[in-house]
């Protein structure tokens, strides 16, 4: 549980990050790289989708542990 919150806290601190140096970039050269940024959030966005559903995953099978009765030891 804690890892899955990390790399949240990751994701979200980088694509902030991204965003100023984008917004700076931008600033300085006055063009937008568009293909770049729609990778990153692409690649960041399924990332997380990944991560929810590795977690949902773990939840369905610890309620289906939990309903069986076995304690996974």
Known sequence: MRFSKAIVALVISLNAAFTIAVLFIFLRVG?????????WFGFTTVELWALAGIKKREIERGETEWKNGSTGY
């Open 31 to 39: 063009a937008e790289p568009t293909a770049l940024i729609a990778a």
